[in-house]
């Protein structure tokens, strides 16, 4: 079978699973999530902006807010949508006509990665949108540093897919896939605020300074020897979790966020080795995968 | 003869289950082969083998005198149709829509044929209702025409009328027939409802622990299963040594009933057992079915 028939294949797959996808609540679900999230901060901002007249908080800094959260909806999304193939047997009249399973989950990563990027889009468009009507304070980076980073940021968002993907075509039940995404997910999100957090952690707790009142009635300073942060990372310890904060993907949009722009080549490469190796073994095990 | 699908030494194992121990069967063109298995037997197994949802653990099959091993096999699944277990629909989805989904999926440049195979399926007038909405028959009736999409020419049933109603019964062996002798389509068609199926077949297999047992067309069948008289006596043994005198086949059944292959004089019979203390209690006309057939072959314990 020539890699022509396969194209052909996954074209196909695609028409009918877009023509699906636009039907479906919970694409249209998934578009209200981001909406309201990126409505929501939009609205704290705006609010913030009311109460603060005089402090001036550009919103940079919550431009990817969305991206970091969207594993949850992309979770959901891929596991319902996924699950439905497998939950209505539909996935079996694929195989029936023929379709490759190769041409299936590729099909289905394009389709789950076209949803993640229009939700991504859509955080940011509102965003933008927002600062751009007045509505909040205007963006202190150039139209081109937001164009950027949105589009370094997609390849985290990508990878979170596949990842998923790879996750909902292995575990044939709807809920259960459901519920296995969103824990892993959650479990990404939470590893990738650890790894910040101790990473950030700073080598010596800041030297603690006392006032005491001498003898004679004066007031003196006494300043305590700088103590040294258990809570700080060193050696291998510390190399792995900034390997990992490199890695994952999570933590790489909480990078791009903070303006880590030096990094984008590393993030693209690890994003990409991130889809590789999870449609890789996705495709290898449900290739020979019995399904029912 | 012509064979769409040929199996040769087809087996499947899950873990410690043998599934299929060396399957061999053959599906002549045209035909409408009727699969007939205890549950746990080996049907769905086999047939979702054939559809590619599994693979084989040894043995191979021949789809179109494609191999299953080969890459052209999945060319040659364009070429069948199937609805195994639960008829596989969108549920979201009108009638017409999951038509127009199977159409897309299938690479059709239109959805020209859609109205056809509603009316062939008896659906034309479902409009927009959902398929969630569906009854159990409208259900199937969906799934058969799904999988005549890619106009197939075999068609994979399992258990089609399964939890129908008569009226819904009636009209998938109505539908199966039209395919059958309209468009010429070869079905394989797997059930535990042997009236029905004998309605339907024009070939049988009959599957046990995995192995087809039996194979034969439905003449032979017929001929298998021949007319008898039951006779009930008070001993058995004495009528075996009355009909080996009369040199007339038989088969007894217990202490008191036998069955009696041959057209006699039952005077003459009734005589000769009374000489010999033998009284007949009754007799009657037996006709063996397919269900009696299959049960003589596989055994009764266990079979639906």
Same mark, same amino acid.
């Given at each position: ?18 023509? %699906? ?29 009311? %109460? ?92 081109? %540093? ?25 575990? &044939? ?20 605020? &650890? ?18 009142? &001498? ?15 258990? %809570?700080?990372?060193?050696? &291998? ?56 | ?60 099959? !021949? ?32 009638? !017409? ?18 109205? !056809? ?167 009657? !006309? ?19």
């Amino acid at each position: 079978m020539s890699i022509w028939w396969e194209v052909r294949a996954v074209i196909k797959l695609l028409k009918g699973d877009f023509a %699906r996808l636009f039907r479906s609540r919970i694409f249209w679900l998934g578009v209200l999530a981001m909406f309201s999230l990126a409505s929501l901060v939009v609205y704290t901002r705006w609010s913030d902006s009311r %109460r603060f007249p005089d402090y001036y908080n550009p919103p940079d800094g919550v431009l990817l807010v969305g991206a970091v959260y969207i594993g949850i909806v992309i979770a959901v999304f891929t596991g319902i949508f996924i699950g439905a193939d497998y939950s209505g047997g539909t996935i079996r009249n694929k195989h029936i006509m023929g379709h490759s399973r190769a041409a299936m989950y590729l099909s289905n990563l394009i389709i789950c990665s076209a949803v993640s990027v229009i939700m991504h889009l859509i955080f940011i468009a509102v965003l933008v949108g927002a600062a751009y009507a007045g509505m909040i304070r205007r963006f202190e980076m150039p139209a081109g %540093r937001i164009a950027e980073m949105t589009l370094i940021s997609i390849f985290p968002v990508l990878s979170i897919t596949a990842v998923m993907l790879f996750l909902c075509m292995l575990v &044939t039940s709807r809920s259960a896939a459901v519920v296995c995404a969103m824990i892993l997910s959650l479990g990404m999100l939470i590893a990738a605020s &650890t790894i910040q957090y101790s990473l950030l952690a700073k080598e010596y707790i800041e030297p603690d300074y006392k006032i005491v009142v &001498t003898e004679d009635g004066s007031e003196k300073e006494i300043f305590q020897e700088p103590v040294k942060n258990p %809570r700080y990372l060193t050696g &291998t310890k510390r190399k792995l979790a900034e390997l990992f904060h490199d890695i994952l993907p999570v933590s790489q949009i909480m990078q791009i966020a903070d303006g880590e722009s030096e990094k984008n080549a590393a993030f693209f490469l690890y994003s990409l080795g991130i889809i590789a190796a999870a449609t890789s073994a996705g495709m290898l095990i449900f290739g020979r995968k019995d399904l029912k | 003869m012509d064979y769409v699908l040929k199996t040769n030494s087809l087996c499947k194992r899950y873990r410690r289950f043998q599934a299929l121990d060396g399957l061999t069967m053959k599906v002549p063109k045209g035909a409408i082969y009727g699969f007939v298995g205890k549950n746990g037997a080996g049907k769905t197994t086999l047939i979702r083998l054939l559809c590619g949802l599994q693979y084989p653990t040894g043995g191979d099959f !021949e789809l179109y005198g494609v191999k299953n091993t080969e890459k052209a096999i999945y060319r040659a699944r364009r070429r069948m149709g199937a609805v195994v277990e639960t008829p596989s629909i969108y549920p979201d989805m009108t009638a !017409e829509d999951n038509l127009k989904q199977q159409y897309r999926f299938l690479g059709a440049p239109d959805f020209n044929g859609i109205r !056809e195979l509603l009316k062939l399926v008896g659906l034309e007038n479902t409009g927009k209702k959902t398929a969630k909405h569906f009854s159990l028959g409208m259900k199937q009736r969906l799934g058969i025409a799904m999988a005549l999409c890619g106009n197939p020419d075999f068609l994979i049933l399992d258990e089609p009328i399964n939890g129908l109603d008569p009226q819904g019964i009636i009209e998938i062996r109505e539908l199966i027939l039209k395919l059958n002798r309209e468009q010429e389509i070869t079905v394989l068609i797997s059930s535990h409802i042997l009236d029905e199926l004998s309605r339907l077949a024009t070939h049988y297999g009959f599957i046990d622990s995995g192995r087809i047992v039996r194979e034969m067309s439905a003449g032979e069948l017929e001929d298998a299963c021949r007319k008898c008289v039951r006779m009930t006596v008070t001993d058995t043994g004495v009528l075996a040594r009355v009909l080996d005198d009369m040199g007339v086949e038989y088969k007894i059944l217990s202490d008191t009933a036998a069955d009696v292959y041959a057209k006699l004089p039952f005077s003459r019979l009734a005589i000769a057992l009374s000489e010999k203390n033998c009284e007949v209690i009754s007799m009657e !006309e037996h006709d063996e079915n397919l269900e009696s057939f299959y049960v003589n072959l596989v055994g009764g314990a266990g079979s639906d």
